[in-house]
């Protein structure tokens, strides 16, 4: 995901995958806890595929995509397994390549699940992402309609279609994408931030702030409720609601405390409700954050 320049919006990308994973009694994001769980499944049961395709998504999921590739290469080998689930296992091998930027497997991967599974869409909508991903326009809308005619009540389809009209300036079209994945899914969330980068964009700030207040009621990921905060606030500056766009950017700092750009939107918010000793202190920690960890939190 593309995070937030100072008082900007971003488009959300998130990677698709159709299966979610089980904590196996640990913590969501205990990954230890779960990779211990699942090895040793997997030294207990050898001959079990579930060990082998379960070990691969705690890799994945703990971003350890080097393990996670191996992990499904041997998951997808193993002889006498349903070519829905080798297929499975091509699409998450996949996912895993792009994560370490290996684009040309990838897309050999998601064109082998497609062979083997053709009426799933997750698995178009997947290449779709990449071919978008690689600029290629035409090869992605093609995957997406693909996808549509496979199940066109697959609300995902339209909202990572809906980011590519955005990347290719087709506004309109982008925001009917949107708004049919919303029909579809209205406790999908990441429709809702697109749309409101969108209206941000347009400087249709009183439409963006609706959609980021849904956003920021269907998810819990600190990450991406700092995102959410940090472009409502945006918003309500814009709009001239001051105070609310400080509960805004003092949530975004809340939320994730060693994240400099949360300081820096308070700071100029401050300035101009003529606070200055409050925005010199956050622009301050702002640039102590900035030398300790230029990059993120």
């Known amino acids: 995901m593309k995070r937030i320049i100072l008082l900007t919006v971003c488009i959300l990308l998130l990677g698709i995958s159709n299966f979610k994973a089980q904590t196996w009694g640990c913590g969501e994001r205990d990954f230890k806890c779960q990779l211990d769980v699942r090895m040793k499944a997997l030294k207990d049961d050898p001959k079990d595929p579930d060990n082998y395709y379960n070990l691969g998504i705690v890799f ?8 996670a590739v191996e992990t499904f290469s041997m998951y997808i080998s193993i002889p ?7 297929a499975d296992g091509y699409n998450n091998r996949a996912i895993s ?5 290996n684009l040309e497997l990838a897309y050999a991967d998601y064109t082998k699940a497609i062979e083997l599974k053709p009426t799933d869409p997750i698995y178009l909508v997947n290449r779709g992402n ?3 991903a690689r600029k290629n326009a035409d090869e992605a809308l093609a995957d997406y309609a693909r996808a549509i005619a496979i199940d066109p009540k697959y609300y995902s389809t339209y909202a990572q279609r809906g980011i590519l009209y955005v990347n290719i300036s087709r506004i309109d079209e982008a925001l009917r994408d949107f708004a049919k994945s919303i029909e579809l899914n209205p406790s999908y969330a990441e429709p809702y931030y697109n749309r409101g980068t969108v ?3 347009r400087k249709e700030y009183d439409k963006a702030i609706p959609d980021y207040t849904k956003y920021v009621s269907l998810i819990d990921d600190p990450v991406y409720l700092a995102d959410g905060y940090i472009n409502r606030g945006i918003a309500n500056r814009y709009l001239g609601n001051p105070q609310k766009a400080l509960e805004d950017f003092s949530k975004v700092i809340e939320l994730r405390p060693k994240w ?6 308070r700071a100029l918010l401050y300035r101009e409700m003529k606070k200055p000793d409050l925005a010199t202190a956050d622009e301050k920690t702002a640039v102590d954050l900035a030398s300790k960890q230029p990059t993120n939190d």
């Open 130 to 132: 990449l071919n978008a």
């Open 199 to 201: 209206y941000s964009g």
């Open 260 to 265: 400099q750009n949360g300081y820096r939107a």
């Open 97 to 101: 390549q792009r994560a370490l930027n």
């Open 60 to 67: 994945q999921r703990n971003g350890s995509h080097k393990e």
């Open 80 to 86: 006498g397994l349903k070519p829905q689930l080798v």
